[in-house]
């Protein structure tokens, strides 16, 4: 989906580069080694090379638990962009590290070992004694999840002059954004955030193993960049 809504883009007019974060893809390093900040410095390096490469100003688009460190960011440079396209952001870093344990816990009750004893409590023990954990074949650092636990859309300043695109999939017969997003939405319109919104009916296509396309997202996205 990453790759074809790049291809939209691209049709549209627009150049697009696209990042392997450090630890992730083919960048080198692993994904235990990463940490936010690591990752806020692997896309300034990226926007600079834009801006000496291209005489438009740059736009980020982020996706889920990228818009917390994108958004963050910006937050720190408010000259960085000024526009923002936001894929069904995850609003608090909190709740996303511990869906993302509620994994392990679910992993390890499929299996006989010490893991099916564990409770969310525990995995949070492990993480603050300094252990990382390895859940679905990554290995998830102290450092990493406590940075996200710092990160929440509700809590970003973002600068006045900035323009946002948020687009999210709902699943329901009617598209509409969920109470949780409305609610960041509203709290930056109160902050004369320029946020413009669209909701999908569209597969969640970050769930699904075999490649789905959402085409709604794609078109809603070129629809609000445009205006």
């Not at 990453?2 to 049709?11: D, E, T, Y």
């Not at 999840?145 to 329901?172: C, M």
């Not at 509203?186 to 193993?209: G, H, R």
């Amino acid at each position: 989906m990453i790759n074809r809504q790049a291809q939209g883009f691209v049709k549209a007019g627009y150049g697009v580069l696209i990042l392997d974060l450090f630890g992730t893809g083919d960048s080198e390093g692993t994904f235990g080694e990463a940490t936010i900040d690591i990752w806020q410095q692997d896309i300034l390096a990226a926007i600079k090379w834009l801006n000496e490469t291209s005489k438009k100003p740059p736009i980020i688009w982020a996706m889920r638990s990228g818009a917390l460190i994108a958004t963050d960011l910006v937050q720190q440079n408010p000259g960085l962009t000024d526009q923002m396209i936001l894929w069904s952001p995850i609003g608090n870093g909190k709740k996303f590290i511990n869906q993302y344990l509620r994994i392990k816990l679910a992993a390890g009750m499929t299996g006989k070992s010490e893991d099916s004893y564990l409770t969310l409590k525990d995995l949070w023990a492990k993480l603050e004694s300094g252990q990382c954990l390895e859940i679905a074949g990554y290995d998830l650092s102290p450092k990493l999840a406590y940075g996200f636990t710092e990160l929440s859309l509700d809590q970003i300043n973002l600068p006045h002059k900035i323009s946002v695109k948020w687009i999210e999939i709902s699943l329901g017969s009617n598209a509409s954004l969920s109470p949780a997003s409305q609610k960041i939405i509203n709290l930056w319109k109160e902050n004369n955030i320029d946020v413009m919104v669209a909701s999908v009916n569209d597969p969640v296509f970050w769930t699904l193993q075999e490649p789905e396309w959402a085409h709604d997202y794609i078109d809603q996205t070129l629809h609000l960049l445009e205006q």
